[in-house]
């Protein structure tokens, strides 16, 4: 259950993007039969249905996904502002509706929330901040989706950090928690893999990773 | 402690190399004298090396024969798993450094990073922790078959126009790659010699910067040979102007601390510091051999370049052995120590093993540190060298290698079997040079005798 079921084919890549970037894959399609002769179409995780200029038909696409034995959900409608007032009335045939020029940020955070309404993605295997995700369970991390070869001690430093974004950490704290045992570096050895990140992130992004002066490491910015 | 590493270690390993398609997992390992060895597995092989690590046949390696059991097993160390980018082809490569141990799983002697290893572990127990950070100096020379003279690429005839921005470039390249893999380069510089560079690594704790260096000299020939130039690590390639060193840079820390730096000491060196120097001092002699090991070592330690040929200490004296860059009281975590005899052809491992055991050394025996070398040592007599109390280091490889023979330092550092194989092969190499007719010989006698 690790796929999107999108409407129309030419779904909007802004939006497939997105969904990518949590860790799932997309299927576009225009052919509605797809959807009904799969044969379990619990296979999929939900719906986006982008109604672009032609709203009549995303609503009644909805509606027939509404009204089959096994319904699938949730089911999630992009439409443009102007089209709004349209769906007036017909707010149950959807579980979100997303406008479709709403940052990348909100649409993200939506698909997320409605997931969660429906028990899915409780755990998303993703984890990310900016232009940098990780997923736990296959130990990747990407930076702008380029793949970052990290050893498993980096891995775990970012882990940890883009886990905890905001907060300052002090050499020791990063130490117990993230090595946890003995280590011939000692403390300095957490400045060393700081810097070996930051090589790694490249000159743009290694800002990520600021240094607070006599005290440790902070990733990300404050959020007041 | 169990020689298999933890389970999450071992996972991550697997999984990347399923996740990135990686076709190739290349087992590292060093044999004595520090040429890379290496052998390839495959994903389907690699949870099995993880866990009861590969067997192979060590008497085809350097030091690693013995006379009953020729089998050692290689354990890969998961830590260091490292997608290589750099490494041309058409699937993902990666690498993993070994640690070699025997078949009952016991660390294997003849193993160099079971040598700096169990040195650290003594530095551990101090609660020491043992940071370098080296300047790798090393010259690009125009391919060729592997006989004929060294060509540098920038002396004009070769490469004619683009000679001097061919080098630079390389090098340029070279440190990509690296800050790619996550080895931050400090600087990097053209040196003083045609076609000769320089590229300083950020400080790391001394087992990872052995591990470093190994990685950084093939980046560094690899990168010259997909661009048709040969990298070298000769240390005195070309007669007449400046060697290649590596110069390192060492400080010890005890957590946060760093120990060489007392605010309260002239120019803030701790008495650590100074006993720390004076065992390597005390020692040096002893120790040039690994920092120094091959015949071609002390053509580069002689008078009137930047190597240094007495053993002296000084702040500001380029001349030294010793060097203490005076640090600024903002940075007291950057207070630090520069042996400057290494060159950039010797086995990391062995060389941060026994400068660190002369150290502690130092200053387990509270070793009193000599009177700072301020003149120019170069330009001093011999006789004025020896009423300063300032001894030369070894002119040769089998001096240097008598004086390590006598040491009990280096033996126990190194262990029986390291000691008593390097000591049998250097003496070996010595006597094939001894009956070599050099073209000096021929040049300078030929016609006259």
């Known amino acids: 259950m690790k796929t999107f079921l999108c409407f129309p084919k030419d779904t909007p890549s802004n939006i497939t993007e997105i969904i990518t970037e949590l860790g799932y894959e997309t299927k576009c399609t225009d052919e509605f039969d797809l959807f009904t002769d799969v044969e379990s179409p619990e296979g999929f995780l939900g719906v986006l249905v982008t109604a672009g200029q032609n709203e009549q038909k995303a609503i009644d696409l909805c509606r027939e996904i509404r009204s089959r034995e096994t319904p699938l959900s949730p089911v999630i409608l992009v439409v443009q502002l102007g089209l709004m007032s349209k769906l007036d009335q017909l707010d149950d045939l959807f579980d979100e509706c997303i406008i479709e020029d709403a940052t990348a940020q909100e649409i993200k955070f939506r698909i997320i929330r409605s997931l969660k309404r429906f028990g899915k993605n ?25 793949p970052l070869d990290l050893t498993y001690m980096e891995y775990e430093l970012l882990r940890f950090l883009v886990q905890n974004p905001g907060k300052v950490f002090t050499r020791d704290t990063l130490l117990t928690r993230v090595w946890g045992y003995e280590y011939f570096g000692g403390a300095r050895t957490v400045d060393v893999h700081i810097r070996r990140l930051r090589a790694k992130l490249g000159e743009e992004h290694a800002g990520l990773i600021e240094t607070v002066r006599s005290v440790g490491y902070r990733f990300g910015r404050i959020h007041w | ?46 949870e099995n090396a993880l866990e009861e690590g590969m067997t192979f046949d060590g008497s085809a390696i350097d030091g690693f024969s013995r006379v009953q059991e020729s089998d050692v097993l290689a354990f890969p160390d998961p830590k260091t798993f490292q997608i290589l980018p750099f490494q041309k082809g058409n699937s993902e490569l990666a690498r993993i450094f070994c640690d070699i141990y025997n078949l009952d799983q016991t660390p294997f002697e003849g193993c160099p990073r079971h040598v700096l290893k169990r040195t650290l572990t003594k530095a551990h127990e101090l609660n020491y922790n043992f940071f370098a950070s080296p300047e790798i100096e090393y010259f690009y020379f125009a391919k060729q078959d592997g006989r004929g003279l060294p060509q540098p690429l920038d002396n004009g005839s070769y490469f004619e126009l683009t000679v001097a921005d061919l080098s630079s470039d390389l090098r340029k390249r070279t440190v990509l790659a690296l800050e790619e893999i996550g080895i931050p380069v400090e600087y990097a510089q053209h040196e003083d010699a045609p076609s000769q560079h320089e590229i300083d690594l950020r400080y790391t704790d001394a087992l990872t910067m052995a591990d470093t260096i190994m990685t950084v000299r093939l980046a560094i020939k690899e990168v010259a040979q997909d661009n048709n130039v040969y990298a070298s690590f000769m240390p005195k390639p070309l007669e007449g102007v400046q060697g290649s060193g590596m110069h390192t840079h060492f400080s010890l820390f005890q957590g ?35 920092t120094n090991q091959w015949v071609n ?45 290494p060159d950039p052809a010797c086995n990391p491992y062995l060389c941060f093993a026994v400068i660190l055991a002369a150290g502690l050394d130092g200053i387990a025996n509270t070793i009193e540190l000599p009177k700072e070398a301020n003149n120019n040592l170069f330009e001093m007599s011999d006789k004025e060298l020896k009423k300063a109390g300032i001894r030369p280091l070894p002119m040769t490889l089998e001096a240097a290698l008598a004086e390590m023979e006598k040491s009990e330092l280096v033996a126990e550092t190194l262990g029986e079997h390291v000691f008593e194989w390097f000591l049998r092969n250097k003496y070996y190499e010595w006597n094939e040079y001894s009956r070599h007719i050099s073209n000096y010989e021929l040049t300078r006698y030929f016609p006259t005798l």
């Open chain 1, 122 to 146: 409780l755990n998303s295997p993703v984890i990310s901040y900016g232009p940098l995700a990780l997923n736990l369970e296959t130990y990747q991390a990407v930076v702008e989706k380029k």
């Open chain 2, 1 to 46: 402690m169990s020689i298999v590493s933890n389970k999450d270690q071992i996972n991550y390993v697997l999984r990347s190399v399923e996740e990135r398609k990686v076709r190739f997992i290349q087992l590292w390992f060093t044999d004595i004298l520090g040429t890379p060895k290496s052998f390839s597995i495959t994903p389907a092989e690699l």
């Open chain 2, 256 to 290: 946060d601390q760093n120990v060489f730096y007392d605010p309260d000491s002239e120019k803030f060196l701790s008495k650590t510091a100074r006993h720390f120097i004076a065992g390597l001092l005390y020692h040096a002699h002893e120790i040039t051999a690994i």
């Open chain 2, 297 to 341: 070592s002390y053509k580069r330690l002689v008078s009137g370049y930047e190597a240094p040929i007495h053993i002296s200490w000084a702040h500001n004296n380029r001349s030294a052995l010793v060097r203490v860059p005076v640090t600024k009281t903002s940075h007291p975590e950057a207070t630090r120590i520069e042996y400057r005899a």
